[in-house]
């Protein structure tokens, strides 16, 4: 059973970058997604990644400004987020899925992560205008 650790966020202006590290144990698991969810707001799907690092996917809020890598060898998820604007405040998490976890999206479109477990504590990110 996969578990995951994420870090990185912290407290920027609008137009800056953060970049989000998701430590994964004892491997990263087929599907690695990154999701976050807003006070009073659903959790999001925004990122998510093949194992192989062959396909990634995202949410149309977030294409252009944010890159989901994957580095094996550090069993490491990163999201990196360009251009923040304060509607990207969020807790955000990553959590492991299935190869069928990422199929579904690729072919569904993102989901809240109810296809996806082991999901780490989240780390804040705050934009501020």
């Known amino acids: 059973q996969v578990q995951v650790m994420e870090s990185g966020g912290g407290s920027v202006q609008a137009g800056g970058s953060l970049r989000l590290s998701c430590v994964a144990s004892?491997?990263?698991?087929?599907?690695m997604g990154w999701f976050r969810q807003a006070p009073g707001k659903e959790r999001e799907g925004i990122a998510a990644?093949?194992?192989?690092?062959?396909?990634?996917l995202y949410a149309t809020s977030v294409k252009g400004r944010f890159t989901i890598t994957q580095d094996h060898g550090k069993n490491t998820v990163f999201l990196q987020m360009d251009n923040l604007k304060p509607e990207d405040t969020a807790m955000y998490s990553c959590?492991?899925?299935?190869?069928?976890?990422?199929?579904?999206?690729?072919?569904?479109?993102?989901?809240?992560?109810?296809?996806?477990?082991?999901w780490g504590q989240g780390t804040q990110v705050t934009v501020s205008s």
């Open positions: 959590a492991a899925g299935t190869l069928q976890t990422c199929n579904f999206w690729s072919s569904s479109g993102p989901e809240s992560g109810t296809r996806f477990s082991n």
């Open positions: 004892p491997v990263i698991d087929s599907c």
């Open positions: 990644i093949y194992s192989g690092g062959f396909r990634t």
